[in-house]
């Protein structure tokens, strides 16, 4: 069970796009369309952004979206805000009932 | 409202014991698997342990496996982490999540607001 591997930050202007990697192995991201995406501002608790790859809960924005290939999951933002500043973390079922949380990435609004 | 609210935590020594619980309000618990995730301080989310809505499915990473035991009480719809020999590197925020699937769908809608646990002497 090693954690998925996510670049340590991202940045991007108001208005502009990020996207974020998630990458893990055929035994995780690559092997299930069970991949989420979770944000987490400082002092609270995560929320989930993205789940199963593309679906979107009710109320996320979709300026949010995801994407998968091969054995790597991505989250792309859109139109950035000021609000968007805050740490991103993906997830993914491993099999055999276990699961893997992304070594997460702090998202900068410049 | 999905409410869960975790309690449970404490300053514990190394090689003690304790029982986290999650009180899980606001759903239909028994129609939703469970899962257990730590945030050391400072650091990213770990997953911990997650059990699906009748038990038959449980899983644990290897960092506490054979030392935690998750469980739930569809009854009282109530979650638990039977937590052993403890560790320093057991030291997070412990929170609660539900899966959006009775199964496990590795996806946590609703989280509670985590309960702290402190291992040192």
């Known amino acids: 069970q090693s954690a998925l591997t996510q670049p340590p930050s991202a940045s991007g202007s108001p208005g502009h796009s990020v996207t974020i990697s998630c990458t893990g192995t055929s035994s995780d991201v690559g092997g299930y369309n069970f991949v989420s995406w979770y944000q987490q501002h400082p002092g609270k608790a995560p929320k989930l952004m993205i789940y199963?790859?593309?679906k979107r809960p009710s109320g996320v924005p979709d300026r949010f979206s995801g994407s998968k290939s091969g054995n790597t999951a991505s989250l792309t933002v859109s139109g950035l805000q000021a609000e968007d500043e805050a740490d991103y973390y993906c997830?993914?079922?491993?099999?055999?009932?276990?699961?893997?949380f992304g070594t997460g990435t702090k998202v900068t609004v410049l | 409202e999905v409410q869960l609210v975790e309690s449970g935590g404490g300053l514990v020594e190394p090689g003690r014991s304790l029982r986290l619980s999650c009180a899980a309000s606001?759903?239909?618990?028994?129609?939703?698997?469970m899962h257990w995730v730590r945030q050391a301080p400072g650091k990213g989310l770990e997953w911990v342990s997650g059990i699906s809505w009748n038990s038959g499915a449980i899983g644990y990473a290897d960092s506490v496996k054979g030392r935690f035991t998750i469980s739930r009480d569809n009854a009282k719809n109530s979650l638990y982490l039977q937590m052993n020999s403890l560790r320093a590197e057991d030291t997070a925020l412990y929170y609660c999540a539900k899966d959006v699937c009775g199964g496990d769908c590795h996806s946590f809608d609703y989280w509670g607001q985590g309960t702290p646990v402190t291992v040192s002497s």
């Open positions: 997830n993914s079922y491993a099999g055999s009932d276990l699961g893997v």
């Open positions: 199963e790859v593309t």
């Open positions: 606001g759903f239909t618990f028994n129609n939703h698997a």
